[in-house]
């Protein structure tokens, strides 16, 4: 390639860009002892199996494609659960889990039950399907949501949704606050 020779215009037009230049004495960088950043523990990893009761007194009898899930901890006023099945708890958040094998779907609604607890989620919405394919019209997910939703320690109840939310294929379920939401919610009651 041929080098290019630059008219004195083109030179002077060049240096006035640039401005003064300065010679480099030593092509040595300094450096200066800046703050480190503070260390921060390393996340552990939530085992969200442990949230599951491992009690044998869940033995809750095999549920058919259209009957409806109902389930209110032992403790709890009866209109709860009429304020559950109205949608007036209002929803935080949904999965949905139909089409998902028992494996799968069991390690989603731990993780995700895990997740809203954390959020300060109150009441949230599941959908399980009605269990069409299942054999002998037992939906298998229904059957196994009804089990595991009354082992987590942290439902408090639950109730098929209404007709225009999935209705006995999905369940409104109302979670209980975790300990660092509930101190919130104490502490802004008393904010004037």
């Known amino acids: 390639m ?11 037009l060049f ?6 230049v300065h010679t480099v004495k030593s092509d ?3 450096l200066t002892e800046g703050k480190k950043p503070k260390p921060y523990p390393k996340s552990q990893a939530v085992n969200v199996e442990e949230h599951l009761s491992t009690a044998t007194e869940f033995d809750a009898e095999k549920l058919g494609i259209e ?10 006023q009866h209109n709860v659960l009429k304020k559950l099945r109205k949608g007036q708890f209002g929803l935080d958040a949904e ?6 094998s028992s ?3 069991k390690r989603q609604l731990l993780h995700f039950l895990h997740n809203s607890v954390e959020d300060g989620c109150r009441c949230v919405h599941i959908i399980h399907g009605k269990g069409y394919r299942s ?3 037992h939906p298998v997910l229904k059957n196994n949501l009804n089990l595991w939703l009354r082992q987590h320690q942290h439902v408090q109840a639950f109730c098929s949704a209404p007709p225009k939310d999935g209705g006995t294929g999905a369940v409104f379920v109302l979670l209980r606050l975790s300990e660092k939401h509930a101190v919130e919610s104490s502490e802004s009651r008393f904010d004037i």
Do not use: C, F
Request: a negative charge; aromatic letters at 2%; zero cysteines.
């Open 28 to 30: 040595k960088v300094l």
């Open 67 to 76: 009957d409806s899930l109902s389930y209110m901890a032992p403790g709890l």
């Open 95 to 100: 999965i949905d889990l139909h089409g998902l």
């Open 2 to 12: 041929a080098k290019k020779i630059l008219t004195p215009e083109e030179s002077d």
């Open 15 to 20: 240096r006035q860009t640039i401005g003064n």
């Open 135 to 137: 054999e002998g019209n």
């Open 103 to 105: 494996v799968e779907a």
